[in-house]
């Protein structure tokens, strides 16, 4: 910044590119179409901007984040005439009409960032059409924060990843299957320590392994003290059969057992 004899500041273009977050270049570009030419000059030549040309700047800046062209600019700040109220209107209705992009724009974003964490790429409507309304995105987020370090959440991400809308339509005929062999014992009366009710719960062992991630008889009993611990594993049995959460615990316990040669 110089100081003339009477003290009034004047900026030199790179001064005023430094202020003003623009190039030099762009400086130079405003100059030579006459949006805004330094009003003083130096006594060697050097284009000096003042007070008066930084504050119109400061308009051309605004006017251009807000997507006027720079032809929009000249008559907003030139034209006496021009309604400034009416091309902000405009131009806020443009603004607004990117915000709703954005928005649909994040949401499918959101979609394909849910699907590739979660391994299932499965839109949320064909997760419910698959699993019912009883599947939540947050038992997800749950799973990851419970067992995302471990090697097998690790192995089943790596497999789901790859599984298309056919293999979980599979997947789930296959689950259907076991849990309906499962409904099928209880209300045969077959003990869960019986060989009929420890078959099925090596089913669902082999299900787990199959699809998911290597589940050796004592992991698959760790997994199964969920179903009678936690509220919403218990509910999805019980709303199939009443008793069934603990039945298929105690199989599962029984068929461990039984590996174990216990």
């Known amino acids: 910044m110089t100081e003339t004899a009477a003290g009034t500041s004047r900026w030199t273009v ?35 901007y003042t007070q008066d040309d930084l504050l119109r700047l400061q308009h051309v800046v605004v006017y251009r984040r807000l997507g006027f062209s720079l032809e929009e600019v000249a008559v907003l700040l030139d034209d006496p005439d021009a309604d400034v109220a009416a091309h902000l209107r405009r131009q806020r209705a443009e603004v607004m009409s990117r915000l709703d992009e954005l928005a649909e724009l994040v949401t499918a974003i959101d979609r394909a960032l849910e699907a590739e964490v979660s391994g299932i790429q499965l839109t949320p409507d064909e997760q419910r059409e698959l699993f019912g309304e009883g599947f939540k995105e947050e038992y997800q987020q749950e799973a990851q924060e ?20 056919a293999d979980w339509e599979a997947l789930k005929a296959e689950m259907d299957n076991v849990n309906a062999r499962f409904i099928a014992a209880l209300r045969a009366g077959e003990p869960a ?52 959460a603990q039945y298929v615990h105690d199989a599962i316990h029984a068929n461990a057992a039984r590996s174990a040669g216990t």
Do not use: N
């Open 14 to 48: 790179g001064q005023t590119a430094e202020r003003s977050g623009l190039t030099v270049r762009t400086l130079h570009h405003y100059d030579e179409i006459g949006l805004l030419r330094p009003s003083r000059r130096s006594a060697a030549g050097y284009r000096l």
């Open 146 to 165: 419970r067992w995302g370090d471990t090697e097998a959440w690790r192995q089943s991400q790596q497999r789901t990843a790859q599984y298309t809308k």
């Open 193 to 244: 320590d019986g060989e009929p009710a420890m078959d099925v719960a090596e089913a669902h062992r082999q299900h787990m392994t199959r699809w998911f991630f290597d589940t050796s008889p004592e992991f698959h009993a760790c997994i199964s003290e969920m179903y009678v611990s936690d509220p919403r594993f218990t509910k999805t049995y019980e709303d199939q059969a009443t008793g069934l």
